[in-house]
Structures are given as structure tokens and as C-alpha cells.
């Protein structure tokens, strides 16, 4: 009834059944040689709606993690026969860092040093048994909500704000490795770089507002384009675009970045009283030979060049 008459309980209701709804995608480890305790940790999170994975040991622990790389909070005892939640704290955080998997120690030990050598051990946090579950609970959030918060900042770190696709940074931090995975299988990997043409003009004719719908559409569609695909693709700036295909030699990608400026030749972006088309212009260079990842992107530029002096709305190899 007290609900029902008042939007700001309603909402408080509203906030709290997402965050525990949000629990649903946390998976959780605990980490407990004693079943009863592991049971009651285990019951307690379920009923927070959490994914609860349970190990009697270390080394079952340590498994666990190898076998679902998804689990982002363990919650580990001190005190266990073949390797103690201290060791095992050491040994997670070598492979795990702090900004995707969290650590909280728990322990029905007297010694009140344990804390400090739980979190030196490169735990997030430490509760002593018995605990008080309001307070576990808080602790358990805080270090879920941090996750989140990384995730979020990871995500805007690595894309476009302007078109949602990847950046720049995203594009030189993922591309030198997957160029070096197809050379090394042998396997032919191309570098295409898209410029939209005359978009100075059709800024200076429609407005920057305009140019950055047009913007978007082209990002959108380059985005369809390869979605069902393995290539990496990202702004890297203005109206250019890096694309890098893996897998595909000279030939290939230049056949598949023919269907790429025709779609982008085809695209029609809906005005008030009329429809924008724009078209782009796309070089492409192999890659092989060079050692330099943005050696690539300059050869692939190179081409561009060509591609936009013999009349542009072509593909150049
Ligand atoms: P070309 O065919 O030779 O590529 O000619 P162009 O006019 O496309 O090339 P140029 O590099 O001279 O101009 C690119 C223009 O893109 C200049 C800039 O105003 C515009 N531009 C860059 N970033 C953005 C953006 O985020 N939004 C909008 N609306 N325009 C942008
Ligand atoms: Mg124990
Ligand atoms: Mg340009
Ligand atoms: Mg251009």
C-alpha cells in the first residue's frame, strides 16, 4: 500500500530489483574447504541472484577460473588444506588483473594481520567470520559496481563517440596482433583504408550537422558490412576509415571493398525534401614485408592517393 502511494518508494523498489537483476550476468567463485560454509556464501549469493561457481580447494579454484574465464568475483577463505586463500590470491592475481576480477578474502581466523596480508596479496577486500551479511552484501556490490565502471570506461576509451564504431586507439592496439596471427599461419592479410569523397563540400553545402549524419550512415553500413566477419574496423579520423582483412590477399580485398563502395555508393540518407548520396574512395596494400603496423596503414594511404587522383569512387590495389 505505502508503494503503491509513493513514486519515490516505487523508484527506490524500481533501482533495487535492477541491481539484483543486473546479478544475473555476475558470476561468482567460492572458495571454501569447509561445505557448510561454502554452502551458506553460496545460498546467500544465489539469493542475490548471482552465477555461483564453488571450490573445495586452491587448485580446484585456480581450474575453475582457466575453465570460465566469465567469473569476475572470488570470494575465498584463509584457511584450506593445500594451498591457503592468501596463496591462492598471489597465484590468481598473476594471470588476473584487479580491473576485471575481484578478490574478497574471508576468515573465521583470529589473527587481525590478516586483512592487511590478504589485500598486500592483492585482494579488493576482507571479512571477518562471523560476518554481518548487510554489510558482505555492501562489500560484494561495491566491487561488482567497480566492474561495471571499468567496463563502461574501458568501452569509452576504445570507440568512436560520434559513430559508435572503434577508434583509432582500438585499431593500433588490436590490429598489430592480428596481423602477426596470419603471417604467422601463413595466411594473406590485407590493409584498406575508406575516405569519403568531396565531404568538405558536402559540409560546406548541407552544414557540419548534416555531415555528421552522413557520417554516422556511412559508419552504420560499413558496420553491417562486416559484422558476420572477423576484420577489424574503426574510425581513425575525420571521414577515413582502416579496415584490416584478415585473411584476405590484394585480390580478395579488392573484391570485397568493391562490394563496400557500392553499397556506401548506393546508401541514401533521408533529408526533409531530399536524399544526400555520397561516395568514398578506398586504397588498399597487403600486408607482408613491412615490420611496422602503421607502415601499413601508410601504404594502404598511398593507395588511396591513387584512388582518389584517377577520379575517386574507386577501389585502388
Ligand atoms: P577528398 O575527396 O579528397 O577526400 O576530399 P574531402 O573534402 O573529403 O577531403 P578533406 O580531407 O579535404 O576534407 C575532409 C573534411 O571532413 C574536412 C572536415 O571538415 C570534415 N570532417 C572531419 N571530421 C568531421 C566530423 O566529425 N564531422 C563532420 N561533419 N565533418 C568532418
Ligand atoms: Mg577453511
Ligand atoms: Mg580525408
Ligand atoms: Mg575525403
Known sequence: YVIKNNERAV??????????????????????DLASARQMLTE?????????????????????????PGIELVITDYNMPDMDGYELTR??????????????????????????SFL?????????????????????????????QLRQLRLAAFSDYLTGLRNRRHFFDEGPAKVASCLEQGLPCSMAMLDIDHFKKLNDTYGHEIGDRVLKAVATRLQALTEDTDYLLARLGG????????????????????????????????????DISVTASIGIAEVGGLENFSN???AADQFLYFAKRYGRNRVYS
Open 11 to 32: 523508484d527506490m523498489v524500481i533501482t533495487a530489483v535492477d541491481r539484483i537483476l543486473a546479478n544475473r550476468h555476475v558470476r561468482v567463485l567460492v572458495v571454501d
Open 44 to 68: 546467500l549469493l544465489r539469493l542475490q541472484q548471482f552465477q555461483v561457481f564453488e571450490a573445495s580447494t586452491g587448485s580446484e579454484a585456480m581450474g575453475m577460473l582457466e575453465a570460465h
Open 91 to 116: 597465484r590468481i592475481r598473476r594471470a588476473h588483473g584487479s580491473d576485471r576480477l575481484r578478490i574478497i578474502g574471508i576468515s573465521s581466523s583470529a589473527d587481525r594481520l590478516l586483512s592487511a
Open 120 to 148: 598486500k596479496a592483492g585482494a579488493n577486500d576482507f571479512v571477518y567470520r562471523p560476518f554481518v551479511v548487510e554489510e558482505l552484501q555492501c562489500r560484494i556490490g561495491h566491487n561488482v559496481e567497480t566492474l561495471s
Open 239 to 274: 571521414e577515413e576509415f582502416g579496415l584490416l582483412l584478415n585473411g584476405l590477399d590484394s585480390v580478395a580485398a579488392s573484391e570485397f571493398c568493391e562490394m563496400i563502395r557500392q553499397n556506401i555508393a548506393d546508401l541514401k540518407v533521408a533529408l526533409d525534401d531530399n
Open 296 to 298: 601499413y596503414l601508410n
